[in-house]
């Protein structure tokens, strides 16, 4: 069973900066493309960015683009989301994700089989 877990969520002031972890479980992390998730309140969940298993593809959002990186330590499980200049409509729970398939389907939430259970950010004006 593979367990995903976030981290590094919390408050922040807009223009502030966090990141965010997520430690996967099981073998073979390099294997998978890992993606990042977000949801409002009432609203969809939505996705942000996305990263190969050997990290050499990324994908973002335009919402983020410039603002977000993504990266991942095959050694350590761990996939990463910087986020810097957060702003207020940033405020959500964020998701890591991982899925089997193809990384031109990165960016569906249906592509992805296992999540975490996410961590909130919240971006104060």
């Known amino acids: 069973q593979v367990q995903l877990v976030e981290s590094g969520g919390g408050l922040v002031q807009a223009g502030g900066s966090l990141r965010l972890s997520c430690a996967a479980s099981?073998?073979?992390?390099?294997?998978?493309?890992m993606g990042w998730f977000r949801q409002a309140p009432g609203k969809e969940r939505e996705f942000v960015a996305a990263?190969?298993?050997?990290?050499?593809?990324?994908s973002y959002a335009d919402f983020v683009k410039g603002r977000f990186t993504i990266s991942r330590d095959n050694v350590k499980n761990t996939v990463y989301l910087q986020m810097n200049s957060l702003k207020p409509e940033d405020t959500a729970s964020y998701y890591c994700?991982?899925?089997?398939?193809?990384?031109?389907?990165?960016?569906?939430?249906?592509?992805?089989?296992?999540w975490g259970l996410g961590t909130q950010v919240t971006v104060s004006s």
């Open positions: 994700a991982r899925t089997s398939r193809a990384f031109t389907g990165a960016t569906m939430t249906r592509s992805y089989d296992y």
């Open positions: 099981g073998r073979t992390f390099s294997s998978y493309t």
């Open positions: 990263i190969s298993g050997s990290g050499g593809r990324t």
